[in-house]
């Protein structure tokens, strides 16, 4: 398998390296340069493999390829103990990703490009505390849910845990408040097996 990444650290693509490291399933990476004009994302063979250019995107020993993080989570999940066997528990699991996609990681994410790697002196101040805002809404949901638990569904790590982990973790660094729940799962989740850290950044 290969899986077409970013050359600076994006938590879509990490996500994707969580589940394939804690798998141990073999496969190389391509770093693309997402920050070149064009990006490398909008090059013609790359969008072959992703008409939306967007990384990540995982290439499979038949050629097949398979693009959106919380798509190829769910793919490479099937039969392990990373997708649950209840049908409730599958159906809770794909509502965490999905609200991760669409409530977490379009203020967390997002911030997070515009402070390191350009963009922020072009936003407005009322832009910016929405942003700021909505993502800490999110991530107080989610000191919430797991103030009683440990895990996002069932007692074990499963791949929606994978997608919320990857732009939480390193939330608080760009002025998000991370509770002690929070915490301690973030914790919980490093302590897996296989897990692996976010790539350093080339341009810091």
Not at 46 to 54: C, E, I
Not at 139 to 160: G, K
């Given at each position: 398998m290969r899986l077409y990444d970013s050359r600076v650290p994006s938590g879509n693509g990490y996500k994707v390296h969580l589940i394939l490291r804690r798998l141990g399933l073999p496969y190389e990476t391509v770093d693309l340069d997402i920050l070149a004009t064009p990006s490398d994302t909008r090059q013609p063979e790359?969008?072959?493999?992703?008409?939306?250019?967007?990384i990540p995107v995982l290439e499979l020993d038949d050629g097949t390829c398979l693009s959106e993080s919380g798509a190829i989570l769910y793919h490479l999940a099937q039969g392990t103990p990373w997708w649950p066997d209840a049908p409730i528990d599958r159906a809770r699991t794909l509502q965490w990703m999905f609200f991760e996609q669409y409530s977490h990681e379009p203020y967390v994410a997002v911030l997070k490009f515009w402070t390191y790697w350009g963009g922020l002196e072009r936003v407005r101040p009322e832009d910016l505390e929405r942003w700021q805002t909505r993502g800490q809404a999110a991530?107080?949901?989610?000191?919430?849910?797991?103030?009683?638990?440990?895990?996002?569904?069932?007692?074990?790590?499963?791949?929606?845990?994978l997608a919320l982990y990857a732009y939480t973790h390193t939330a608080d660094a760009i002025g998000y408040t991370l509770g002690p729940a929070v915490r301690a799962w973030l914790e919980r989740v490093r302590s897996e097996p296989g897990h692996v850290p976010l790539k350093p950044d080339p341009t810091r």
């Open positions: 790359f969008l072959a493999k992703n008409p939306n250019g967007r991530i107080d949901i989610m000191e919430a849910h797991l103030n009683m638990r440990a895990f996002f569904v069932t007692d074990r790590c499963t791949i929606a845990d």
